[in-house]
């Protein structure tokens, strides 16, 4: 990740052009998602085919991009869903994903949270400790259903990410080591209430070496064939997600390269794999477009301040994240210019030293790469509503979430006054 443009010149692409985009904006106002539903598509099939013959099931996870249409949009592809709240396991079912394709990750999850998930009778949940473990088997006693579970294991490997979205090293708070794991196999092997059908782990996001993934499946491969070998009867090997995408210029896996690369350590195993992706579905797959407001300049620093927000899309505020840029309005000259938006944070950026030709007030630039862990991750940080979310698909245009209004926004707190 870095904040300095990059030297090859951003383009767009798939149903994405110059001209739709103008009118996208037009019709629907700005700041605004705009996602390529064939793009998804594209992506997801991909990663499909890469599988090729082995049992597979892709597990959309939501968390990148959980709007309901982008849900339903996998659903139809047969996807499943990697959830990590009840939230998320209520969008699933909205949107279509079958119950039996549905898991639940994340270290915090609460009792009436797993209660609700063994309801619903949702594949399995990933424990990412003992205690939760003992917590869900609890759960599972008093409601009568026993539980599937699968444990996420901790590979202590070092992912080369980002250390925000790094979550396999032992530092991390994510899952148990190898060795606790074994002891949670053999406890929940003995209760009648845990039945262990999945072994997880998933070391980060924004992955772009394989090393770390075939290391990682090696080591659980190998604690898989022990617990094999006393009669654990684990059926699913449940790869994570985290495969990452190309921001710039940086080179990426590619989806084939990884499902060699864990196939290959699974020589010997009869299971069906899981992958949760969420980035590499959704993030090339969507842009957000935002108005130029007003232009100044500092000395010689050039600022171009827009009406999209941190607020709107934080991965440059939170993470140095790296986003191209682009003008909808061409022009042969260039010149630097930090891209800002109007919430009251220094922080408050969406790219730095962009090369940008001379701009008009209201002239539309285009951030690329904003499909994933944008909207998703937006907030409503100085009463500012969340933009709306459009989807271009077969050369249709089509709205999937409304601008939120003010009142909306004031809807929880006004009946108090
Ligand atoms: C976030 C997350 C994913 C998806 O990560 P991407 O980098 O978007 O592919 C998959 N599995 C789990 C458990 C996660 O927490």
């Given at each position: 990740?870095?904040?300095?443009?990059?030297?090859?010149?951003?383009?767009?692409?798939?149903?994405?052009?110059?001209?739709?985009?103008?009118?996208?904006?037009?019709?629907?106002?700005?700041?605004?998602?705009?996602?390529?539903?064939?793009?998804?598509?594209?992506?997801?099939?991909?990663?499909?085919?890469?599988?090729?013959?082995?049992?597979?099931?892709?597990?959309?996870?939501?968390?990148?991009?959980?709007?309901?249409?982008?849900?339903?949009?996998?659903?139809?592809?047969?996807?499943?869903?990697?959830?990590?709240?009840?939230?998320?396991?209520?969008?699933?079912?909205?949107?279509?994903?079958?119950?039996?394709?549905?898991?639940?990750?994340?270290?915090?999850?609460?009792?009436?949270?797993?209660?609700?998930?063994?309801?619903?009778?949702?594949?399995?949940?990933?424990?990412?400790?003992?205690?939760?473990m003992l917590l869900v088997e609890s759960c599972a006693k008093k409601l009568g259903i026993p539980a599937r579970i699968s444990v996420r294991v901790n590979p202590d490997i070092d992912p080369q990410t980002h250390p925000y979205i790094s979550t396999g090293l032992k530092e991390n708070k994510f899952g148990?080591?190898?060795?606790?794991?074994?002891?949670?196999?053999?406890?929940?092997?003995q209760s009648k209430y845990l039945e262990p059908i999945g072994i997880h782990f998933h070391i980060g996001s924004q992955l772009t070496k394989l090393k770390p993934i075939a290391e990682s499946a090696q080591k659980i491969a190998q604690l898989t064939h022990s617990l094999l070998a006393l009669k654990i009867d684990i059926k699913f090997f449940d790869i994570g997600g985290g495969i990452g995408i190309t921001y710039s210029d940086e080179a990426t896996i590619n989806p084939y390269d990884y499902a060699q690369a864990v196939l290959g350590e699974l020589h010997g195993l009869d299971l069906t794999i899981i992958c949760e992706p969420g980035r590499f579905i959704v993030g090339n797959s969507g842009i957000f477009l935002t108005k130029v407001l007003y232009q100044k300049e500092h000395q010689s620093k050039r600022f171009v301040i827009v009406d999209g927000a941190m607020n709107d899309l934080i991965r440059p505020s939170l993470y140095?994240?790296?986003?191209?840029?682009?003008?909808?309005?061409?022009?042969?000259?260039?010149?630097?210019?930090?891209?800002?938006?109007?919430?009251?944070?220094?922080?408050?950026?969406?790219g730095k030293n962009v090369s940008l030709p001379p701009l008009q007030n209201g002239d539309l630039l285009a951030i690329l790469s904003a499909g994933a862990y944008g909207f998703s991750m937006a907030s409503n940080y100085n009463t500012r509503p969340r933009c709306a979310e459009v989807a271009i698909e077969n050369g249709q245009i089509r709205l999937i979430r409304k601008r939120e209004s003010i009142e909306d926004l004031v809807a929880l707190e006004k009946d108090y006054l």
């Open positions: 990740m870095k904040n300095t443009h990059s030297l090859n010149t951003p383009k767009l692409s798939g149903n994405f052009d110059k001209t739709l985009l103008q009118r996208v904006a037009r019709e629907f106002g700005t700041p605004l998602y705009v996602y390529d539903f064939d793009r998804i598509q594209e992506k997801y099939e991909q990663l499909k085919v890469a599988f090729g013959g082995r049992k597979t099931m892709i597990c959309y996870a939501l968390k990148a991009n959980s709007n309901l249409s982008v849900i339903k949009k996998l659903a139809s592809l047969e996807s499943g869903a990697d959830c990590v709240s009840l939230g998320e396991i209520k969008r699933a079912i909205l949107a279509g994903i079958p119950k039996y394709k549905m898991i639940y990750s994340g270290v915090g999850k609460q009792e009436f949270e797993i209660k609700e998930a063994l309801k619903i009778g949702i594949l399995f949940i990933n424990v990412e400790s003992k205690e939760e148990v080591s190898i060795e606790e794991a074994k002891g949670m196999y053999l406890l929940a092997h140095n994240a790296y986003h191209q840029i682009i003008s909808l309005v061409e022009s042969q000259s260039v010149s630097p210019a930090d891209v800002v938006g109007p919430i009251c944070e220094s922080g408050d950026y969406l």
